[in-house]
Nanobody, 126 residues
Framework: VQLQASGGGLVQAGGSLRLSCAAS????????MSWFRQAPGKEREFVAA????????FYADSVKGRFTISRDKVKNTMYLQMNTLKPEDTAVYYC????????????????????WGQGTQVTVSS
């Protein structure tokens, strides 16, 4: 499976961006796709996850109410709509896929993911 993330950029605080993650290659009957992010000098952290088949969604508390994860099954693409962006959202955002339906606690664990995209930079200026 190949993942291609795009859509990052520079935006002012309070603005919006939409990230995309296009998946290609091998498909699975059930899998979970997620967004993680890594800020400079910090560990990579979970942002949001979606179970591809059922559309079950999980969010990190820090982005609830501001970010929306979604997927387009026809295009095999996952999205992250980010609204009301804050400077602390500045990070490299990665998309990832796990060949399993993960529960919430598992979806936060980056080690359970089998495939990763290359990352896209999001910078929020104050």
């Amino acid at each position: 499976v190949q993942l291609q993330a795009s859509g990052g950029g520079l935006v002012q605080a309070g603005g919006s961006l939409r990230l995309s993650c296009a998946a290609s290659g091998r498909t699975y009957s059930s899998y979970t796709m997620s967004w993680f992010r890594q800020a400079p000098g910090k560990e990579r952290e979970f942002v949001a996850a979606i179970r591809w088949s059922a559309g079950t969604i999980f969010y990190a508390d820090s982005v609830k109410g501001r970010f929306t994860i979604s997927r387009d099954k026809v295009k095999n693409t996952m999205y992250l709509q980010m609204n009301t962006l804050k400077p602390e959202d500045t990070a490299v955002y990665y998309c990832a896929a796990a060949a399993a339906n993960l529960i919430l606690s598992a979806s936060r664990d980056e080690h359970l993911y089998d495939y990763w995209g290359q990352g896209t930079q999001v910078t929020v200026s104050s």
